[in-house]
């Protein structure tokens, strides 16, 4: 199995940016896809984005789409969340999630996911 740790959130003013790491132990990255959740307050949890486990690619819910970038080093074992342009809306804890299997588009349901970081709070405000 594989362990997760999500860090990097704070406090940053709206049209900051912010770097979220899901930093995983126990295992190697090389065997999951990864996916970003985040749950404001009152609100149900919401699937960021997400990285397929073979090829790489990545997608984003509209929201975030053009203002946020997931990517994944293998070398470092470490997957990370780039958030720019962020909007209040964007508050709420970060989560990350990891999988394993094979299939062809990594998923945006919580459901799907095996292995979950702790989550890190962001916080966007002026």
């Known amino acids: 199995d594989v362990q997760l740790q999500a860090s990097g959130g704070g406090l940053v003013q709206p049209g900051g940016s912010l770097r979220l790491s899901c930093a995983a132990s126990?295992?190697?990255?090389?065997?999951?896809?990864i996916g970003w959740f985040r749950q404001a307050p009152g609100k149900e949890r919401e699937g960021v984005g997400c990285?397929?486990?073979?090829?790489?690619?990545?997608y984003y819910t509209h929201s975030v789409r053009g203002r946020f970038t997931i990517s994944k080093d293998n070398a470092k074992n470490t997957a990370f969340l780039q958030m720019n342009s962020l909007k209040p809306e964007d508050t709420g804890v970060y989560f990350c999630?990891?999988?394993?299997?094979?299939?062809?588009?990594?998923?945006?349901?919580?459901?799907?996911?095996?292995?979950w970081g702790q989550g890190t709070l962001v916080t966007v405000s002026s």
């Open positions: 990285i397929n486990r073979i090829d790489g690619d990545t």
């Open positions: 126990g295992s190697t990255l090389d065997d999951y896809g």
């Open positions: 999630a990891a999988y394993r299997g094979g299939r062809p588009r990594c998923s945006n349901l919580p459901p799907d996911y095996d292995y």
